[in-house]
T-cell receptor, first 112, second 115 residues
Framework: GENVEQHPSTLSVQEGDSAVIKCTYS??????FPWYKQELGKRPQLIID?????GEKKDQRIAVTLNKTAKHFSLHITETQPEDSAVYFC???????????FGKGTLLTVNP | GAVVSQHPSWVICKSGTSVKIECRSL??????MFWYRQFPKQSLMLMAT?????????EQGVEKDKFLINHASLTLSTLTVTSAHPEDSSFYIC???????????FGSGTRLTVV
């Protein structure tokens, strides 16, 4: 089955700096790669996603890049703000069964 | 946008009792409902996948007789934790796949504490 590795497990940045979180996946058939933000005790919130026919996608301060050959994808957050502090999860899914496999998460702390 | 209503949001039960968690898609038909368990400071682990009208498919290591899943309609799926034990205490969360479009909508989660 699919295996998703996520790094780093914790990331601390100063307000205004950029943050980058990286994930690798094992199943070359995976074709959908969402990123979720989860605050303590709450549901994961989709912040951005990318499909395998696209190499990069941007939404304001957030961007995701996908390298299908290397089987890795990354989340980039620019101009970080304290409210960006949360746990971020990457995930991968194949079209065959639509199951999402999650990475272990990254605790992002943005210091004011 | 798509909404999945999950109830209860938290529950405390005694060891040996059963607890039912309900997920209802309010404005879309959830062809598939996924059930996850999340222990503190850990990732979401898929427990089972259910499709409307058929038996759920459980992930390896998940006891199907302990975690009963019913997906009787395109808008309602339930997870029943039977004979709960303290080690079942966790955050349970469902996610509906909107009509097979690879659009996953999460419920708000249920914090289960077994005492």
């Amino acid at each position: 089955g699919e295996n998703v590795e996520q790094h780093p497990s914790t990331l601390s940045v100063q307000e205004g700096d950029s943050a980058v979180i990286k994930c690798t996946y094992s199943d070359s058939a995976s074709n959908y790669f969402p990123w979720y933000k989860q605050e303590l005790g709450k549901r994961p919130q989709l912040i951005i996603d990318i499909r395998s026919n696209v190499g990069e996608k941007k939404d304001q301060r957030i961007a995701v890049t996908l390298n299908k050959t290397a089987k890795h994808f990354s989340l980039h957050i620019t101009e970080t703000q304290p409210e960006d502090s949360a746990v971020y999860f990457c995930a991968a899914s194949t079209g065959s069964n639509y199951k999402l496999t999650f990475g272990k998460g990254t605790l992002l702390t943005v210091n004011p | 946008g798509a909404v999945v209503s999950q109830h209860p949001s938290w529950v405390i039960c005694k060891s040996g009792t059963s607890v039912k968690i309900e997920c209802r898609s309010l404005d879309f038909q959830a062809t598939t409902m996924f059930w996850y368990r999340q222990f503190p400071k850990q990732s979401l682990m898929l427990m089972a996948t259910s499709n409307e009208g058929s038996k759920a498919t459980y992930e390896q290591g998940v006891e199907k007789d302990k975690f009963l899943i019913n997906h009787a309609s395109l808008t309602l799926s339930t997870l029943t934790v039977t004979s709960a034990h303290p080690e079942d205490s966790s955050f349970y969360i469902c996610s509906g796949d909107r009509e097979g479009l690879l659009v996953y909508t999460f419920g708000s989660g249920t914090r289960l504490t077994v005492v």
